[in-house]
């Protein structure tokens, strides 16, 4: 019986990958609670996600490289290297990392706002990008 358990819980991991990306998307937003942050929106996130800045005459905003739908795959607009889809619910790979998760925030902050994201907007983005 501890056989066909231990199969069946094998052939269950690649399933469970969600609960892993949550886990990850959970321990930052804790790390960002901790730092003094009480409230974080999905809302907000979105509004973010599509809001426009301008660096050197060029208008960049997340859809540039990541379109508007979070389940499509994107584009680089500058290299030209396909993305991704972000949407965790088509792509179980995102947000399972809190390296990754922060690589990739400060990365694209810098490259869309100019600037690295405050740790709300950090966090607003995250829960958009997880209900997607």
């Not at 390296?99 to 694209?108: D, E, M, Q, T, Y």
Request: glycine fraction near 4%; aromatic fraction near 8%; include cysteine.
């Amino acid at each position: 019986m501890k056989k066909y358990l231990m199969i069946a819980s094998i052939a269950l991991l690649p399933h469970s990958s969600p609960i892993y990306a949550t886990n990850a998307v959970d321990e930052l937003l804790n790390q960002y609670r901790s730092q003094g942050v009480e409230a974080f929106s999905a809302k907000a996130g979105q509004i973010l996600w599509h809001q426009k800045f301008t660096k050197k005459d060029n208008i960049r905003q997340c859809t540039t490289c990541h379109t508007d739908n979070l389940r499509n795959s994107g584009k680089h607009v500058r290299t030209g290297k396909f993305i991704q889809p972000l949407a965790p619910s088509v792509n179980p790979k995102r947000l399972m990392k809190v390296k990754h998760i922060r690589k990739w925030l400060k990365r694209n902050c810098k490259w869309t706002f100019n600037r690295e994201c405050t740790i709300q907007e950090k966090g607003d983005i995250l829960l958009y990008i997880q209900s997607q």
